[in-house]
C-alpha cells in the first residue's frame, strides 16, 4: 500500500492580550482538538509563540516541534513545525530570514516593518520516502508587494537545494490572492497549488474569518507542493469550532498527499 502524507498549514494567532473572549487561554484547548480531530503528519504553523507550541506538544505528545523567533530568540513569533514522531523522522532542518542578509537573525529589508523568515525540515518516513517543508508568512502591507516578490524570489532560489533531490511542500500565510504575483512568482517557480490538483475540496474557498467562523478575507493560506513527486488526493479548509468558540483568526488548511513514482527500495541506483 502506498504512503500518505496529511499536512496542515495553521496560522494559529499569537497570543495577543487584545482578543478578548478569543485570547490563547480561552482557545487553546480549541486549537489542540482542531489538531487531534484532523490529527496531521506535519504541520506548518504561523504566528505562533513558544509557550503556545509547548502548550500543544504537552497535550499532544505524539508531536514533536522546532522553530525559532523571528528575531532569532523565543520571545517572539516562531514559523513552528509540528511531525508526528510515530511517522516522520527529521533529518536536518534550519531557518532562513528573508532579506538581503538572509543568514542573520532578525534582519529585514525591501522596506518591511517586521523581519520576515523561513523554517525548514527535512523528514523521512518509515517506508524510506523522504520530502522537505519549508514554512513562511510574507509580509502583510499593501505597500510590501516588493518585499514579498523577493522573498518568494529567495525561496524559490533554496528550495531546490534545501530538499536535496527530494519533493518539496511549502505552506504558510503569503498575504497574496490566488491569481495574484506572489501566487505567479510561486508557480513560475516550479511549485503548485495543492488545492486547485485536488480532486475533492471540502470548505469555504476563504481562509482568515477573524474569529467568527465567516469568510471575511480572501484564501491567503496555502499549501504548496512541487515541482515533482506527490499526488493530491484532497484538500479541506477545515472550520472546527466548539460552541462557535475557533482556534484562530484563520482557518487551516489541510491536504492528504501521495508519494509519486517508485518507494526508495526499488528505485534504479
Known amino acids: 500500500m502506498s504512503e500518505t502524507l496529511r499536512v496542515m498549514s495553521f ?10 473572549p478569543n485570547v490563547w487561554g480561552a482557545r487553546r484547548d480549541t486549537l489542540v482538538a482542531a489538531l487531534r480531530g484532523r490529527a496531521p503528519d506535519v504541520v506548518g504553523a504561523q504566528e505562533i509563540y513558544y509557550e503556545q507550541g509547548t502548550y500543544v506538544v504537552e497535550k499532544l505528545p505524539e508531536y514533536a516541534w522546532f522553530g525559532v523567533g523571528r528575531t532569532g530568540t523565543q520571545r517572539d513569533e516562531h514559523m513552528g513545525i509540528f511531525y508526528r514522531r510515530d511517522r516522520l523522522k527529521l533529518k536536518e532542518h534550519g531557518h532562513f530570514w528573508l532579506s538581503e542578509t538572509p543568514e542573520l537573525p532578525g534582519s529585514r529589508s525591501w522596506g518591511m516593518d517586521l523581519p520576515r523568515m523561513v523554517t ?3 523528514f523521512e518516513t518509515p517506508g524510506g520516502r523522504r520530502f522537505a517543508l519549508l514554512n513562511t508568512h510574507l509580509a502583510h502591507r499593501p505597500e510590501d508587494e516588493a518585499a514579498r516578490l523577493n522573498g518568494v524570489a529567495l ?4 528550495f531546490r537545494r534545501l530538499a536535496d533531490g527530494a519533493p518539496v511542500l511549502m505552506t504558510g500565510d503569503f498575504n497574496d490572492v490566488p491569481g495574484g504575483r506572489v ?3 510561486f508557480r513560475a517557480a516550479g511549485l503548485c497549488d495543492a488545492r486547485t490538483l485536488a480532486p475533492a475540496v ?5 481562509t482568515f474569518h477573524g474569529f467568527s467562523g465567516l469568510e471575511i478575507g ?17 484538500f479541506e ?3 472546527f469550532h466548539e460552541e462557535g468558540r475557533y482556534p484562530s483568526d484563520h482557518f487551516p488548511v489541510l491536504a ?10 526499488v528505485r534504479a541506483p
Open 11 to 20: 496560522n494559529v494567532r499569537f497570543p495577543s492580550p487584545d482578543d478578548g
Open 120 to 122: 525548514w525540515g527535512r
Open 155 to 158: 525561496i524559490a532560489e533554496r
Open 183 to 185: 501566487y505567479e512568482a
Open 202 to 206: 471540502e470548505g469555504p474557498e476563504g
Open 218 to 234: 480572501p484564501r491567503i493560506d496555502w499549501i504548496l507542493c512541487g515541482p515533482e513527486g506527490w499526488s493530491v488526493r484532497r
Open 237 to 239: 479548509t477545515v472550520t
Open 256 to 265: 492528504d498527499l501521495g508519494f509519486e513514482g517508485p518507494p526508495p527500495s
